[in-house]
């Protein structure tokens, strides 16, 4: 019973510890990614609000940012491009990524214009789409292989942490419930043996008293206090 009691406790506890830790890990890569993708989105605004021009173009566009939006919009790989039906893709200025060429590039606007989103992902990079009247269709592509890397990389190691966690957890709820239960096991040990002890001093007398109450009834048959 008391076994039963402690493999009961053991699920349960490993139950709610695995449904734990799993939350929480999903939970800090959900946030992670939001956050990421927020600064990139932010970061892809920014730079098509100055059409993909250089950096160096856009200081005004800096007042009231902090030292971090400053240094990752400075950090920033892009590169922008026009599009219309007629001439296809036109990309504007230097390619600022350095992993990729023209051809890429261009092949990149091409998907990107035939998605018909404003804002998406191909690959590892992000764009973001704007529409003039005057100067026509712009696309503006975001390198984010080093960001997104860490997000892949933050997500496998809470995943390997948590598993760690899980098995570490399993490891120590086992133990110490068996630990727990053991004065309890103790005592009903204690208890049944307590039980049979008792039987057998009660058996014995009794035993003795029954043999001589059937001599007696033999030498005074139909005795009533016998």
Same mark, same amino acid.
Request: hydrophobic residues 55%; positive net charge; proline residues 1%.
């Given at each position: 019973m008391i076994e039963k009691l +402690? %493999?009961? !406790?053991?699920?349960?506890? *490993?139950?709610?510890? #695995? $449904?734990? *830790?799993?939350?929480v890990t999903a939970g800090i890569n959900v946030i992670n990614w939001l956050n990421v993708r927020s600064e990139m *989105?932010? #970061?892809?605004?920014?730079?098509?609000?100055?059409? @993909? +021009?250089p950096l160096e173009t856009m200081d005004s566009r800096f007042e009231g940012r902090n030292i971090h939006q400053r240094n990752r919009m400075s950090e920033s790989s892009f590169f922008a491009a026009s599009?219309?039906?007629e001439e296809g893709a036109a990309l504007q200025g230097?390619?600022?990524i350095g992993t990729i060429d023209e051809t890429e590039a261009v092949a990149m606007v091409e998907k990107a214009a035939a998605q018909g989103k404003e804002t998406g992902r191909i690959g590892d990079y992000l764009y973001i789409r704007t529409?003039?009247? %005057?100067? @026509?269709?712009?696309?503006?592509?975001?390198? @984010?292989e080093t960001r997104l890397s860490?997000?892949?990389?933050? $997500?496998?190691?809470?995943?390997? $942490?948590?598993?760690? @966690?899980?098995?570490? $957890? *399993? !490891?120590?709820?086992? +133990?110490?419930?068996? +630990?727990?239960?053991e004065p309890i096991l103790k005592n009903e040990k204690q208890q049944k043996q307590f039980i049979t002890d008792a039987s057998h001093e009660l058996k014995t007398p009794l035993t003795v008293i029954s043999a001589n109450m059937d001599v007696l009834s033999l030498d005074g048959p139909g005795n009533t206090w016998i």
């Open positions: +402690r %493999k009961r !406790f053991f699920r349960i506890s *490993m139950i709610a510890m #695995t $449904a734990a *830790m799993i939350l *989105m932010d #970061t892809l605004s920014v730079l098509a609000e100055n059409e @993909g +021009r599009w219309s039906e230097p390619i600022r529409d003039d009247q %005057k100067n @026509g269709i712009h696309y503006v592509f975001l390198n @984010g860490e997000v892949r990389r933050l $997500a496998v190691f809470s995943l390997v $942490a948590c598993a760690a @966690g899980i098995l570490l $957890a *399993m !490891f120590a709820v086992s +133990r110490f419930s068996r +630990r727990a239960v």
